[in-house]
């Protein structure tokens, strides 16, 4: 599509929707340069709204508040944030209904869950202006690298299981102009040719998606000669969701020849953090506080952990239900992060993001399946996972995957008939699953909890494989 038509359709299906990404786009643009402290008279007008209105409107920051003895009163400056208490996941998890607003539109909101990357899945809610506003962020950032929205998309993202969800993605993939390496998880070579081929007709300006997809993608067209595709270079790869790791960067900015865009958020709050040219993670200021705090059972830690902090994100614009405060569930490791970035843009910088990391599941045919396919089933399980407070797969051994979970009463085993059938259905017919109740999820070596892991040296088993 001519990404102009692609522009318009975006933003007519965005004005339908009552928000108006355009204008908000324009609007931060004009706030990039903007000096610190007339930023931080922007933030405590918008925090201060913000709060009057949980107090008010939100029963559970009414109620929190007022057991932590809180006045409203007390709370005259930016830096009295500090003085509320935080938000956790399991918070979230657990006040869904008396997180949202009393007041303003019931109808037309975006309602989500979060696909659990920290094994907690989670429903949100938010309004159409504030999702064209996270929107907004990123394509002011995209901006700088010469991408507008409407641009040609590829795109390394699974598409969800279930079959009208499946379609509406696919309706957004023609509007938007993207086109979408298909096929859930398979990253077979076949597979990866038939995409590249398929860019050549497309053209894409850019591509966008999970780092360790980008990377394989990249260490295939590497493999091959490079001329016969002609979408290279690209503006820019753009990474998201995942750490992405300096090898994958190099392979994928080698490859492409073009540089990264490493973007940090997550679904319930939007853009966190984007790195700009020159390097910087720069925060979104206009839409987010952020604060970096000790780390839970800091006295418990090694000294390495000790230094790490969590990332509390402020939504400034989640009224329809408000994040104050909010443990995202990640953490940045540098702290010692410049204060100021050489391109010149004002607002506060932060270090990578440590975190999400994802591993390949392998299969007893020998093929790889993206880990992430056990986030998607926990997001998707629907009716079938009501019970399941929280989940994580281990595969110990090629024939096996371990999933772990922990229920509530509400639990059925239409949820283990679920991930069964998933897992026939989009990872291999084999492998077999076993589940595990438990009263707290296993933690890896670091203390971290992800969605999946694995014991295996993938690349040795599929030496072993290829020999026998
Ligand atoms: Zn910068």
């Not at 008396?98 to 938010?126: F, H, V, W």
């Not at 966190?272 to 418990?300: K, M, Q």
């Not at 890896?444 to 040795?460: E, V």
Request: with cysteine; aromatic share 10%; charged share 25%.
């Amino acid at each position: 599509m001519n990404p102009a038509l692609s522009r318009y359709l975006i933003s007519l299906s965005q004005r339908l929707s009552g928000a108006d990404l355009l204008k908000r786009i324009r609007e931060l643009q004009s706030s990039e340069y903007m000096p610190r402290d007339q930023m931080a008279e922007l933030q405590w007008c918008k925090m201060e709204g913000l709060i009057n209105h949980a107090y008010k409107h939100v029963p559970y920051y009414r109620r929190t508040w007022n057991e932590h003895g809180i006045k409203l009163s007390q709370i005259q400056s930016l830096g009295d944030l500090k003085k509320l208490p935080f938000l956790t996941k399991s918070d979230v998890q657990n006040n869904f209904d008396d997180l949202c607003s009393e007041i303003g539109p019931r109808k037309n909101l975006q309602y989500g869950r979060t696909s659990g990357s920290s094994a907690t899945p989670m429903n949100y809610c938010r309004t159409q202006d504030s999702k064209a506003r996270f929107w907004a962020a990123q394509y002011r950032a995209y901006a700088w690298y010469g991408i507008r929205p409407g641009d040609k998309q590829g795109r390394f993202y699974g598409m969800p299981f279930e079959q009208a969800a499946g379609a509406k993605e696919k309706i957004k993939d023609l509007v938007m102009n993207r086109r979408r390496l298909l096929g859930m998880f398979d990253l077979s070579e076949a597979r990866l040719a038939t995409f590249a081929e398929q860019m050549n007709r497309f053209r894409p300006v850019y591509f966008n998606g999970y780092a360790s997809w980008l990377s394989r993608f990249a260490e295939f067209i590497g493999s091959r000669t490079k001329s016969q595709y002609n979408w290279i270079p690209l503006n820019a790869v753009v990474s998201t969701s995942e750490v992405l790791h300096d090898h994958q960067q190099k392979v994928i900015e080698d490859t492409f020849e073009c540089k990264v865009i490493n973007e940090y958020g997550a679904a319930e709050i939007g853009l966190v953090a984007i790195s700009c040219p020159h390097r910087g993670y720069h925060t979104v200021p206009e839409n987010n506080i952020v604060e970096f705090a000790l780390p839970d059972n800091v006295h418990a830690l090694g000294k390495d952990e000790q230094s790490h902090r969590q990332i509390v994100i402020t939504d400034l614009h989640s009224d329809a239900m408000p994040f104050i405060r909010y443990k995202v569930g990640d953490s940045v490791s540098n702290l010692d992060v410049a204060d100021t970035c050489s391109c010149g843009r004002t607002s506060q910088l932060m270090g990578p993001v440590q975190g999400r990391t994802f591993q390949y599941v392998l299969t007893p045919e020998g093929e790889l399946r993206h880990g992430m396919i056990y986030d998607y089933m926990l997001k998707l399980a629907g009716p079938a996972g009501v019970g399941v407070l929280s989940a994580c797969t281990r595969q110990r051994d090629i024939h096996t995957i371990t999933m772990y979970i922990v229920k509530n009463e509400l639990f059925t085993d239409d949820f283990l008939v679920f991930v069964r059938e998933s897992t026939r259905e989009h990872i291999s017919p084999t492998l077999q699953i076993e589940f595990e109740f438990v009263d707290e999820l296993p933690r890896s070596p670091n203390g971290k909890l992800q969605s999946f892991a694995t014991d295996i040296d993938i690349n040795a088993e599929l030496s072993k494989m290829k020999n026998d």
